[in-house]
C-alpha cells in the first residue's frame, strides 16, 4: 500500500465477517483500519463520523446489516425478518440528515421480501450481492458524475471546495472530487482551494490530503477565506457533494456550504451541487423539510484543540449541515445529467431515467 487512496473506503474482510473501514478521525496523522462486527460498532462508526460522507455512510450501513443479518440464527423468515428490521431502524438513527443511509438500507430490505419464499441461508447471500453490488454502482455513479461535471470546467480552472466530497466520502473518485480526478487523469491542470471546514476539519483533514497525496494543485484555506479568493478572480467554479437533495432543489450539505453559495452568486461564480440520484429525495419537498443533524458542543470548543478554545459553560449551536436555497444553484450534476432550474422538473426527470 502505498498511499490513502489504495485503502477502500469501506468494504467487507475476506472472510464476510466484518466490515472493515478506515478511521477518518485518525487522518491524516495515522491510516488506520477499524473492524466493525456488531451493531453498536457499527452505529458508533457512523454517528463518530469514523466514516463519513453521505454515499460511504449507505455502503457502510448495505454491509453492516449484511454482516449482521449474517449473524441471525432462525429458519423462520418473519422471525429473521423482524430482526432485520430492528438492526435497519438502529442503523439509520446513526445520522438523520444524509438520505443515501435510509436509501441503502431501503434496498437491503428489498432483498429481503423479494426473497421471502427462499431458504434464510439464500436470502443471507442475496444480501451480500446487494451490498457489493451497492458498492459497485457507487464507484461508476462517481466517475460518471465525474464526466458530466468535466464538461464544465476548462483546463487551468480554479475550484473551490468545502468538506470532503472525495474518494473518503464514496468508494472511489467522490462526487464533487471526481470532475477533478477525471480532469487530472486528462491533464487539466486545476487549482483547486479546500476550504477547512469547521468544526471537524474534512477539508483540511481529508480533502486536503487525498487531493495532496495523488499531486493534485490543492490550496487548503479557512472557511472564511472563500470570499477572498473568489474575489481575487482564483475561482472559476465551486463543487460540493450533498447530503439530501429536496425536490424543489433546496440542497442540504456540510455546515457553511450555503454561505459559499451566497458568496459565489455575489462574484458571479456558477455553483455545483453533485449528486447521485440516491441523494435526490423527491418525498422531500423542501429545505425546510430536511432534519438537520446537530452535533455536540465540544465538537466546537474542544475537539481538535489541545486545551478548550472557548469558556467554559458558553452555549453553542452546532449543526452539522445547513441547506442552499435552490436559487443559488447553478446545477446539479449527477450520473444522469446535468438538471439546472427548475429543479422542480429537471430533478423529476433526472429520477425517472
Ligand atoms: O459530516 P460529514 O463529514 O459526513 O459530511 C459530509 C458532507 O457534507 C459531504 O459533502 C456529503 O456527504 C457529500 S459526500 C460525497
Redesign the pocket.
Known amino acids: 500500500m502505498s498511499g490513502i487512496l489504495d485503502y477502500e473506503t469501506v468494504e467487507l474482510d475476506d472472510d464476510d465477517n466484518c466490515v472493515v473501514i478506515i478511521d477518518q478521525t485518525k487522518l491524516p496523522s495515522k491510516i488506520e483500519q477499524r473492524r466493525l462486527y456488531d451493531a453498536k460498532e457499527m452505529w458508533d462508526a457512523i454517528y463518530l463520523?469514523q466514516v463519513?460522507?453521505?454515499?460511504?455512510?449507505g455502503v457502510a450501513a448495505a454491509m453492516g446489516i449484511y454482516i449482521l443479518s449474517k449473524g441471525i440464527k432462525t429458519d423462520s423468515y418473519q422471525e429473521f425478518y423482524d430482526t432485520f428490521v430492528s438492526y435497519k431502524d438502529y442503523l439509520n438513527s446513526s445520522?438523520p440528515t444524509?438520505v443515501n443511509l435510509l436509501w441503502a438500507l431501503n434496498r437491503m430490505d428489498k432483498i429481503c421480501s423479494d426473497n421471502q419464499d427462499k431458504p434464510i441461508a439464500s436470502i443471507k447471500e442475496a444480501l451480500r450481492r446487494e451490498a457489493q453490488a451497492i458498492k459497485a454502482e457507487d464507484i461508476q455513479v462517481c466517475r460518471t458524475i465525474g464526466r458530466y461535471g468535466l464538461t464544465l470546467l476548462k483546463p487551468g480552472d480554479g475550484i473551490l471546495t468545502?468538506?470532503?466530497?472525495?474518494q473518503l466520502?464514496?468508494c472511489k473518485y467522490?462526487?464533487?472530487t471526481a470532475p477533478i480526478y477525471l480532469g487530472q487523469e486528462k491533464g487539466y491542470r486545476f487549482r483547486v482551494f479546500a476550504d477547512e471546514t469547521r468544526p471537524?476539519l474534512?477539508g483540511a483533514r481529508l480533502t486536503a490530503y487525498e487531493l495532496w497525496s495523488v499531486g493534485i494543485d490543492v490550496t487548503l484555506i479557512c472557511d472564511n477565506m472563500a470570499a477572498t479568493v473568489m474575489k481575487k478572480g482564483w475561482i472559476q467554479a465551486v463543487l460540493?457533494?450533498?447530503?439530501r437533495v429536496a425536490a424543489n432543489g433546496d440542497t442540504a450539505?456540510?455546515i457553511g456550504?450555503s454561505v459559499i453559495a451566497a458568496v459565489a452568486r455575489h462574484y458571479r461564480i456558477p455553483f455545483y451541487v453533485?449528486a447521485p440520484a440516491a441523494?435526490i429525495d423527491l418525498d422531500t419537498p423542501d429545505g425546510a423539510a430536511i432534519h438537520i443533524e446537530e452535533r455536540p458542543a465540544e465538537e466546537v470548543t474542544e475537539m481538535w484543540y489541545e486545551t478548550r478554545m472557548a469558556p467554559e459553560g458558553v452555549k453553542v449551536f452546532n449543526p452539522?449541515?445547513d441547506v442552499t436555497d435552490h436559487e443559488l444553484i447553478t446545477a446539479i450534476i449527477t450520473e444522469h445529467g446535468i438538471a439546472r432550474p427548475p429543479f422542480s422538473e429537471s430533478l423529476l426527470t433526472i429520477k425517472s431515467r
Do not use: S, Y
Not at 460540493?240 to 447530503?243: K, L, P, Q, S, W
Open positions: 463520523l463519513r460522507g453521505a454515499p460511504a455512510i445520522r444524509a468545502h468538506c470532503n466530497a472525495g466520502a464514496a467522490g462526487t464533487a471537524l474534512q460540493v457533494g450533498c447530503d450539505n456540510k456550504t453533485c441523494t452539522a449541515f
